[in-house]
């Protein structure tokens, strides 16, 4: 049987993170050339603002990493999050996620939990919450990337599997899955992830966390202040 809608129920959630090798991680940048920042760096500063500002959030109550990238790895347990391997054999990233997803549920077999993408560099913890607050009200859930074509966040309630299905046109496997849809305006930087040279000057526009400010300092000159 299906958990009851809860309406305006207050839930904490579990975030698995996924961060891939941090050397293959954001190949659509480009090389690294004069006055650009190297692609392993960057992805570095994504995934730890990321993380920082997930657990920042109130609705959250923790953050669960899998990574094999003892860089990634070490930099998330640095701040308070757990780092889990990834899953033996690989599988890619729905394996890794549904390995998350488990390893969470064997300490809190009655948790809620949800994915977040490692590469919401301009995340804020205030619009996290509000989208976890919407995702509280259904079994499963998710929201859409800005292009509304991926995925950035799935949600499954207590009780529920996680049924990841990202990579590519996530949206519409998501919706045919049964998972619910989260419509809301004004939580830009949940949706805002980072694949191209065109999404990070995006969320550099929005206002980064302070690590991925830093690295991509050569580019902002279009962009306003980091995320205080």
């Given at each position: 049987m299906r958990p009851e809608r809860r309406e305006g129920a207050r839930v904490r959630w579990t975030l698995v993170v996924p961060v891939k090798s941090l050397t293959l991680a954001k190949s659509r940048l480009?090389?690294?050339?004069?006055?650009?920042?190297p692609r392993p760096a960057l992805a570095l500063a994504f995934a730890l603002d990321t993380v920082e500002a997930a657990l920042?959030?109130?609705?959250v109550r923790g953050v669960a990493v899998v990574t094999d990238d003892p860089l990634a790895g070490a930099g998330a347990a640095a701040l308070g999050a757990r780092v889990l391997p990834e899953p033996p054999g690989g599988g890619g990233l729905n394996a890794a996620l549904?390995?998350?997803?488990?390893?969470?549920?064997?300490q809190l077999p009655d948790g809620a939990v949800a994915t977040?993408?490692?590469?919401l560099p301009a995340l804020r913890p205030m619009e996290l919450e509000r989208v976890l607050g919407r995702a509280a009200e259904f079994p499963r859930a998710f929201l859409a990337d800005a292009a509304g074509i991926g995925t950035t966040l799935l949600a499954a309630a207590p009780g529920?599997?996680?049924?990841?299905?990202?990579?590519?046109?996530?949206?519409a496997r998501h919706l045919a899955s049964g998972?619910?849809?989260i419509l809301l305006d004004g939580v830009d930087s949940v949706r805002r992830d980072v694949d191209t040279e065109a999404d990070l000057r995006a969320v550099l526009a929005l206002g980064t966390g302070p690590r991925t400010?830093?690295?991509?300092?050569?580019?902002r000159s279009a962009s306003r202040p980091a995320r205080t």
């Open positions: 480009g090389a690294a050339g004069p006055g650009h920042p920042a959030c109130p609705a549904a390995h998350g997803a488990r390893s969470v549920r064997e977040l993408n490692a590469d529920m599997e996680l049924a990841p299905a990202f990579e590519g046109r996530s949206r998972a619910r849809e400010a830093a690295v991509a300092g050569p580019l």
